[in-house]
């Protein structure tokens, strides 16, 4: 069941007319917006008498400033940028070219080099990035074209008439926590929209509206996600080379969970440093609900060899975000009457490569071809929009997508079980032991407290919080305390859970209240509460939500709803 924020009933909403709408300005929308602007321009410059015009075609980001939200690793593969903007190394943010990598297996003290990098992990030909640094640059060159982009404004609902998407409403601003308008409000704007766009990340609210309304998944496999949680550090410099890429699998994690961690060096900003990006994922289809992914960083950064890279070094940003997993089986349909969705929110990541800025840019260009069509013909009919399905099926995201399709499945036994059907899969272009593999809901993977070892097993050193020693780990809340997140704190909250009683009655019990572990912001505490059945109640602090989107995907009970905080709040990233 989806329940969302009630809207401030009696309210009149100002009415906008709109050619496009793109709802979210990470890659993909920036991308869209300005092969749009392109296309226009071009069409404008070659017809006098029928001029097109971008005055009405609008990106909402819910962050204050452009990129502020985007977190990633981040390696770009250059591909799609370069069909975009085929100068794109004269002035793009490009930390480093990628020169070395490397892929480790780690067991708790030693480590394994494998003598041949996998292919799809060899970099050569990459550029090491921030992803909000590049997507600020981006979102220049989109304001440069005329397109305007409302930051602080987030996409809360879609607008519908039947079958057909008609329209974006924007949140209502100064709402207090009790639901009523305090002296600030200004109500969310109803863009009535030719084409919406949802570009909106991975788990994206309005996409997961509009798949929930017309049963758009019932076809693909579920979803799966895993959650990468992310430290920047300085470090003395000599320690890793200016576009160096480490890649590890293996310890913290066991042979029962998916996942792996990544390092990339980058210059740093003074002569004595070099900057580490570095952050492990956590397939968020683990089955021990003690299981905390930022605790899975702090052990990471506790083998020797990840120790000895950060000695003498500072931690100097933190952040959290999840990814689509699912793959090729996984991608809803991603486009219809009205609308059309992309990158993140689509599923277009390969996750084999840890890889989707490249297929998210490639997923807005083609949505851009195909808004551009709409707009032409007067026609934003699925028979119009339906061609970004087709384009997207005979370009190279399908190409890409197609050879990894059952990856992530193959994993559903574990590790060894993975590597076999992984090899299979290389040698038969992608399908292995059949065309499709099955899989189930991560969530669907997570065990009841009764069935698990009381002590934890062989995962106890991931189990519940970090404690942290301040220097190498951290607890999460210092570690938060570096993602700069900022929510204004009267207002209703926007962690939706449908019914607190199967939290404080139930969950408590069966599973031992996992949103406080996978949560790497610490919104969610189970506190002292003796009127309660089991001693304790669920309480929130909404205002520390990096908007990761775990809890929205990994709540075993598929209760807790994610929807965008008033505009303007979450995490300040900047060089994520
Ligand atoms: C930890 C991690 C490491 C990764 N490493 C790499 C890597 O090295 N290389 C690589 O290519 N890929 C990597 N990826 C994947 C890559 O970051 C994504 O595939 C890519 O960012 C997807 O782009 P997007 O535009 O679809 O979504 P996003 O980058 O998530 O951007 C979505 C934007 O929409 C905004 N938004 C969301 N909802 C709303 C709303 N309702 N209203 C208004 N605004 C909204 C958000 O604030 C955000 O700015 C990584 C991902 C993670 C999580
Ligand atoms: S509340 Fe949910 S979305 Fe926010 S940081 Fe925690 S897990 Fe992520």
């Known amino acids: 069941m989806l329940i969302f924020r009630k809207p401030i009933a009696g309210v009149e909403r100002p009415q906008m007319p709109a050619d496009v709408v793109i709802v979210g300005g990470g890659p993909a929308g920036m991308a869209c917006a300005l092969r749009l602007a392109q296309l226009i321009d071009a069409h404008n410059a070659s017809h006098p008498d029928a001029q097109l015009s971008k005055e009405n075609i609008y990106v909402l980001e819910k962050a204050r400033e452009i990129g502020q939200h985007c977190l990633s690793g981040a390696l770009l593969d250059p591909r799609s940028i370069q069909e975009l903007l085929p100068d794109f190394k004269k002035d793009a943010p490009l930390d480093a070219e990628v020169t070395k990598e490397a892929v480790y297996f780690l067991t708790q003290k030693g480590k394994f080099k494998l003598p041949i990098t996998p292919p799809f992990l060899r970099d050569h030909g990459n550029y090491v990035i921030s992803l909000n640094r590049f997507v600020k640059w981006l979102g220049g060159k989109v304001e440069e074209t005329g397109i305007t982009i409302f930051t602080g404004f987030a996409g809360s609902e879609l607008l519908f008439d039947g079958d057909r998407v008609t329209g974006v409403r924007t949140d209502d601003k100064g709402v207090d926590k009790e639901g009523h308008q305090k002296s600030n409000f200004e109500p969310g704007y109803d863009l009535q929209a030719k084409v919406v766009i949802l570009a909106e990340g991975p788990r994206g609210s309005l996409t997961k509206q509009l798949i929930a309304k017309f049963d758009l998944a019932k076809n693909a496999n579920p979803q799966t996600y895993g959650v990468g949680v992310k430290e920047l550090w300085e470090v003395p410099a000599g320690r890793i080379a200016a576009g160096e890429v480490i890649y590890t699998m293996g310890w913290p994690l066991t042979t029962k969970e998916y996942g792996g961690a990544w390092i990339y060096g980058s210059p740093g900003s003074g002569p004595n440093d070099n900057v580490v990006s570095l952050g492990f994922v956590t397939g968020l289809d683990y089955e021990d609900p003690r299981l905390d992914p930022q605790r899975v960083l702090q052990e990471f950064k506790r083998?020797?060899?990840?120790?000895?890279?950060?000695?003498?070094?500072?931690?100097?940003?933190?952040?959290?975000?999840?990814?689509?997993?699912?793959?090729?089986?996984?991608?809803?349909?991603?486009?219809?009457?009205?609308?059309?969705?992309?990158?993140?929110?689509?599923?277009?990541?390969?996750?084999?490569?840890?890889?989707?800025?490249?297929?998210?840019?490639?997923?807005?260009?083609?949505?851009?071809?195909?808004?551009?069509?709409?707009?032409?013909?007067?026609?934003?009919?699925?028979?119009?929009?339906?061609?970004?399905?087709?384009?997207?099926?005979?370009?190279?995201?399908?190409?890409?997508?197609?050879?990894?399709?059952?990856?992530?499945?193959?994993?559903?036994?574990?590790?060894?079980?993975?590597?076999?059907?992984?090899?299979?899969?290389?040698?038969?272009?992608?399908?292995?032991?059949?065309?499709?593999?099955?899989?189930?809901?991560?969530?669907?993977?997570?065990?009841?407290?009764?069935?698990?070892?009381?002590?934890?097993?062989?995962?106890?050193?991931?189990?519940?919080?970090?404690?942290?020693?301040?220097?190498?780990?951290?607890?999460?809340?210092?570690?938060?305390?570096?993602?700069?997140?900022?929510?204004?704190?009267?207002?209703?909250?926007?962690?939706?859970?449908?019914?607190?009683?199967?939290?404080?009655?139930?969950?408590?019990?069966?599973?031992?209240?996992?949103?406080?572990?996978?949560?790497?912001?610490?919104?969610?505490?189970?506190?002292?509460?003796?009127?309660?059945?089991?001693?304790?109640?669920?309480?929130?602090?909404?205002?520390?939500?990096?908007?990761?989107?775990?809890c929205d995907i990994a709540d075993p009970y598929q209760i807790i709803t994610w929807v965008p905080p008033e505009g303007g709040g979450g995490p300040n990233y900047d060089g994520m």
């Open 303 to 550: 083998h020797p060899f990840v120790a000895k890279l950060l000695e003498g070094g500072k931690m100097i940003r933190y952040g959290a975000k999840s990814m689509p997993y699912g793959g090729w089986w996984a991608i809803p349909p991603v486009a219809g009457n009205g609308w059309m969705i992309l990158g993140d929110s689509a599923g277009f990541l390969n996750s084999a490569r840890l890889k989707g800025i490249h297929l998210a840019i490639k997923s807005g260009m083609l949505a851009a071809e195909t808004a551009f069509e709409a707009l032409t013909k007067d026609d934003s009919s699925s028979a119009t929009l339906g061609a970004f399905q087709k384009k997207v099926e005979s370009s190279w995201i399908k190409e890409e997508l197609w050879k990894v399709r059952n990856l992530h499945q193959g994993f559903a036994h574990g590790m060894y079980a993975g590597m076999f059907h992984t090899g299979l899969q290389m040698i038969t272009g992608g399908r292995g032991l059949r065309n499709r593999y099955p899989a189930k809901a991560g969530y669907e993977h997570m065990h009841k407290l009764a069935d698990l070892s009381a002590d934890g097993g062989a995962e106890a050193h991931m189990l519940g919080p970090a404690k942290g020693d301040g220097k190498l780990t951290f607890d999460k809340l210092t570690d938060l305390y570096h993602s700069g997140t900022k929510h204004e704190e009267d207002q209703p909250a926007h962690l939706v859970i449908d019914d607190i009683n199967i939290c404080n009655t139930r969950c408590v019990k069966e599973f031992g209240s996992p949103c406080q572990n996978f949560c790497p912001a610490n919104v969610y505490e189970m506190v002292e509460d003796a009127s309660q059945p089991n001693g304790k109640r669920i309480s929130l602090n909404p205002s520390n939500c990096v908007h990761c989107k775990t």
